[in-house]
């Protein structure tokens, strides 16, 4: 990823399509490398989030919730991709609701990343079904960051950053919790060197090379939709 940022900065490497197949938004790596950069800044300086610390990220579908993972793997954060609770109502809303406290409370989640639309959402449920008994964890701070002022390109913090902050083979990555259909959610640990290992083989597999094009609608949160279609994509080039 990090050598396809240097090598070829305007390549798009992300395109985010409608529901009628219409261009929505799209990522150079370029953007990509700087929108990233600047969750890790924020989580480091403002919201003092250290590496190894556990961060979940909760995005409707679309690229802010990749720029938030790569962000997080930038500052050695270890991301905990959730699957975002239903605020449309019905029966199943109080059941998430408990399924996404679990998790945070299993991994003991430093804070939520998401985007402005849902925290509007959020913030408009909690104010419609104040007497409901699904109740979000207490004391769990929500950022967006799509709201974040993008960190300049030729940030000395950035230019300074030496090999020693390289995240290493056996540190976690990211935690996959399992869907708690038939218990509590139970989550996965998957390291760097695992992640690098798996683009690897995908990338063997699918004979996945800089001018292949894939088309995905599987979900962001789960290791198809993540590694196999989001990653491997970035990391091909």
Same mark, same amino acid.
Request: net charge negative; proline share 4%.
């Given at each position: /990823?990090?050598?396809?940022?240097?090598? *070829?900065?305007?390549?798009?490497?992300?395109?985010? +399509?409608?529901?009628?197949?219409?261009?929505?938004?799209?990522?150079?790596?370029?953007?990509?490398?700087?929108?990233?950069?600047?969750?890790?800044?924020? +989580?480091?300086?403002?919201?003092?989030?250290?590496?190894?610390?556990?961060?979940?990220?909760?995005? $409707?579908?679309?690229?802010?919730?990749?720029?938030?993972?790569?962000?997080?793997?930038?500052?050695?954060? %270890?991301?905990?991709?959730?699957?975002? %609770?239903? $605020?449309?109502?019905?029966?199943?809303?109080?059941?998430?609701?408990?399924?996404?406290?679990?998790?945070?409370?299993?991994?003991?989640?430093?804070?939520?990343?998401?985007?402005?639309?849902?925290?509007?959402?959020?913030?408009?449920?909690?104010?419609?079904?104040?007497?409901?008994?699904?109740?979000?964890?207490?004391?769990?701070? /929500?950022?967006?960051?799509?709201? $974040?002022?993008?960190?300049?390109?030729?940030?000395?913090?950035?230019? *300074?950053?030496?090999?020693?902050?390289?995240?290493?083979?056996?540190?976690?990555?990211? $935690? *996959?919790?399992?869907?708690?259909?038939?218990?509590?959610?139970?989550?996965?640990?998957?390291?760097?060197?695992?992640?690098?290992?798996?683009?690897?083989?995908?990338?063997?597999?699918?004979?996945?090379? =800089? =001018?292949?094009?894939?088309?995905?609608?599987?979900?962001?949160?789960?290791?198809?939709?993540?590694?196999?279609? /989001?990653?491997?994509?970035?990391?091909?080039?």
């Amino acid at each position: /990823f990090s050598e396809h940022c240097r090598s *070829q900065p305007n390549k798009v490497v992300y395109i985010w +399509l409608d529901s009628r197949g219409r261009e929505e938004r799209s990522l150079t790596y370029r953007e990509l490398l700087r929108h990233a950069k600047t969750v890790c800044r924020y +989580l480091k300086h403002k919201w003092g989030v250290a590496p190894g610390d556990r961060v979940a990220l909760m995005y $409707l579908p679309g690229l802010d919730f990749i720029v938030a993972f790569w962000g997080c793997l930038l500052g050695r954060v %270890v991301a905990v991709p959730v699957y975002p %609770v239903n $605020l449309g109502g019905g029966g199943k809303f109080e059941q998430e609701v408990e399924r996404f406290a679990r998790i945070v409370a299993a991994c003991e989640a430093r804070m939520v990343l998401s985007h402005r639309e849902y925290m509007r959402m959020k913030a408009l449920h909690s104010v419609t079904n104040v007497f409901g008994s699904g109740s979000w964890p207490k004391d769990l701070e /929500f950022e967006a960051t799509d709201e $974040l002022s993008v960190v300049a390109e030729d940030s000395s913090e950035w230019q *300074q950053r030496g090999r020693e902050e390289e995240p290493q083979a056996d540190e976690v990555a990211f $935690l *996959q919790f399992t869907s708690g259909s038939t218990g509590d959610p139970k989550g996965v640990v998957l390291s760097h060197g695992n992640l690098a290992d798996n683009v690897s083989q995908m990338q063997q597999c699918y004979y996945s090379s =800089s =001018s292949s094009v894939a088309v995905s609608w599987l979900p962001q949160y789960h290791d198809m939709g993540l590694i196999g279609k /989001f990653i491997l994509a970035s990391a091909s080039g």
